[in-house]
Every structure is written in C-alpha cells, then in structure tokens.
C-alpha cells in the first residue's frame, strides 16, 4: 500500500468532508459535526492552507488532518500555537499508519512553518507516543471544561513552553461546530 501525504487543494473540500462523515460515522462521543468544523476553520483567518494534509492510496481519498492557527495567553501577551482537529481516517484504512503518517507530516510542516507547539483535545494515551504531554503540566488553560487525560500539548522544540501561560484562544467557529 502506497500513502501519499498532500496539502489540500480548493476542489478536495467536498472530498474532505466526505472523509470526515465516514471518519466519525460510528464514533459515540462525536457529534457528526466535524466536517462543518472543517468548513469553519477553512473559511477562517486561522486556516494555513499547508496544514489542511490528505492522505491518499492510490489516489483515493483516505485520511485528512486539520491544524488552525489559536493562541495562548492573557491580554496583549500572546504566544501563537496550533491547534490539531479533526484527525480523519475512514473505518477501510484505520490500524493501518495512516494516522500516524498525517500527525509525522503535520508536525514537521508545522515546525517548518515556524510553529513551535500544537495542542489538542483528544483520545487519552494515543498523542504520547508523538511526545505529547498533558496541559495540565502546563500553566495553560482551556476556554472549556475537558477531562484533564484528553488535553494535551506538543512542544515541537526544546525550550517551547518556557514561559508560555494563559487561556488558549481558539479561532471563531472552532469551538462553534
């Protein structure tokens, strides 16, 4: 099986919510919404087009990773960071790396974009084996109430947390969907 990892092009956006339906289908904590997420953050300012990957076999749309632009902080003292959701891969293709292909991908596009950390909300235990670590070791803050096993943060270089508190600030129509 051959993966190809790819930035998204203006004519996948149909395809990427396809992917993300079927993705989540079956999955009892979502509520069916993240395609619209999707839609939101891609018509936001937060949307880096480099950071919206598919994933393909053969040149059929498998897998897709979305990572928007947030921030941490409190008043005028800011700290830009990523925000990782939704991670998509169709029920044919899961177990198989394609998630773990996409996060590789995302990180190293992120670092080469000049981000230096990326937080997410997600399934305990699956992100540690990436290096990310709880937020709660962090003097960070969500704008929402998580159980604290399903919160986490990347640091995508040495040193880059040093310093670095507050309340995240997701984009608009992130935390909307």
Not at 28 to 44: K, T
Not at 115 to 138: D, H, K, M, W
Request: charged share 20%; glycine share 6%.
């Amino acid at each position: 099986m051959v993966v190809t990892v790819r930035r998204e092009h203006p004519r996948d956006a149909e395809t990427i919510a396809q992917v993300v339906q079927r993705a989540y289908a079956d999955v009892p904590y979502s509520d069916h919404r993240e395609h619209i997420m999707v839609d939101l953050m891609r018509a936001s300012d937060a949307y880096i087009p480099e950071l919206s990957l598919l994933a393909e076999v053969n040149g059929e749309a498998v897998g897709h990773v979305l990572l928007t632009k947030a921030h941490i902080g409190f008043g005028y003292s800011a700290f830009p960071t990523l925000a990782l959701a939704p991670l998509s891969v169709v029920p044919a293709f899961q177990r198989q790396g394609i998630s773990k292909l996409l996060i590789s991908y995302a990180h190293d596009q992120s670092a080469a974009l000049g981000f230096a950390t990326i937080l997410l909300v997600c399934i305990p235990n699956y992100y540690q084996q990436f290096g990310y670590e709880r937020l709660s070791r962090c003097p960070i803050k969500l704008p929402f109430d998580a159980p604290d096993a399903n919160c986490m943060i990347l640091p995508l270089k040495p040193g880059a947390l040093d310093g670095v508190s507050g309340i995240v600030c997701y984009a608009e129509g992130w935390l909307e969907h």
